[in-house]
């Protein structure tokens, strides 16, 4: 794989725990932007950005439009908004809902692998549906990689099971273990002479 460009995760039920137990493990020198889509009400406060920024020494900001992506940062969807990976930056929409969610995390996983194909990696955690399978199945067929929370250790496994489904190939890491494989597969991806793409 090349250097990755951007790491997108998604997670519904359960996703809190999960992904303050997966970003709280990260490096604070993780040197890819990360974007984070957590299924939640269309009404719920901005508080999301605030606890996950507790568990972590990275930078977590509400993602707003337009906004450049900078390595060492967590962006989150906010609620009631899809979440699009451009070229070097985040796009915000609130097109119709996709599968009864926005925000969608096949709409950010499909944006993330047209724009950064080669080298997105994609994370499926704990969920009550199969939002993300798709998206995820495109991330792979487009070159890049994709993760997949063991639904053992899933709060609600019926989301990393859809995406087994979907990607047979993933690896599928339980979830103590996955801020650690995440690491390995940045620090052990290709360089790209002259490029960031």
Known sequence: MQQPSIVVIGASWGGLAALSML???????FGVPLAVVQHRSRHADNLLAGLLQDATSLRVVDAEDKEPLEPRCIYVAPANYHMLVDLGHLTLT??????????????????????????????????AND???????????????????????????????????????ADVVPLPQLAKHLVSMVTGAAAIPGGKR
């Open 131 to 169: 939002d993300g399978s798709r998206g995820l199945r495109h991330i792979v067929d487009r070159g890049g990689k994709a993760i997949i929370q063991d639904p053992s250790s899933a709060e609600s496994p019926v989301m990393p099971e859809a995406a087994r489904r979907a990607v047979p190939e």
């Open 23 to 29: 970003l709280g493990a990260l490096p604070s020198d």
């Open 94 to 127: 609130t097109d119709p809902l996709v599968r009864f969610s926005r925000p969608s995390i096949d709409v950010t996983f499909f944006s993330a692998a047209d724009t950064y194909p080669f080298s997105t990696i994609g994370v499926v955690l704990t969920g």
